[in-house]
C-alpha cells in the first residue's frame, strides 16, 4: 500500500507559478515512476508529467518548457512546479505510482495508487 498526498494548490492568475508537493507514505517511492495527472471538468483524466527512478522525464506537449517534475527521495515526496500557468491548465491535479518498475508510464491504468487531488485554478 502507498499512501499520496498532494497539496500546494490554489488560485492564481496566469504567467504566474505554483509548486505541487505529493507526498508518499507506506512505502518508499524510490524504485518507482511517479506520474502527475490532471482532470478538468467534463474531461478524461490527462496525464501531465513522469519521473522515473531511473531519472527518465516525460511531459505531455502542452506543458513543455513551462511545467518542471522533480522527485525528492530523501523524503518520498515529488513536485510539479508550474511556471507560466495558462487559464486551460485549470484542473485537479493528481499524483501517481506505477509500481512495475517500467519507465515511460502516461496511461492512468498503468498506475496502481493516487492521492485524492489538489485543485488548481489560473485566472487570466
Known amino acids: 500500500q502507498v499512501q499520496l498526498v498532494e497539496s500546494g494548490g490554489g488560485l492564481l492568475q496566469a504567467g504566474g507559478s505554483l509548486r505541487l508537493s505529493c507526498a508518499a507514505s507506506g512505502r518508499s517511492i524510490n524504485p518507482y515512476t511517479m506520474g502527475w495527472f490532471r482532470q478538468a471538468p467534463g474531461q478524461e483524466r490527462e496525464f501531465v508529467a513522469a519521473?522515473?527512478?531511473?531519472?527518465?522525464?516525460y511531459y505531455v506537449d502542452s506543458v513543455k518548457g513551462r511545467f518542471t517534475i522533480s522527485r525528492d527521495n530523501a523524503v518520498n515526496t515529488v513536485y510539479l512546479h508550474m511556471n507560466s500557468p495558462k487559464p486551460e491548465d485549470t484542473a485537479v491535479y493528481y499524483c501517481?505510482?506505477?509500481?512495475?518498475?517500467?519507465?515511460?508510464?502516461?496511461?492512468?491504468?498503468?498506475?496502481?495508487?493516487w492521492g485524492q487531488g489538489t485543485q488548481v485554478t489560473v485566472s487570466s
Open positions: 501517481a505510482v506505477d509500481l512495475r518498475r517500467l519507465d515511460g508510464a502516461t496511461s492512468p491504468n498503468e498506475y496502481a495508487y
Open positions: 519521473i522515473s527512478w531511473t531519472g527518465g522525464i
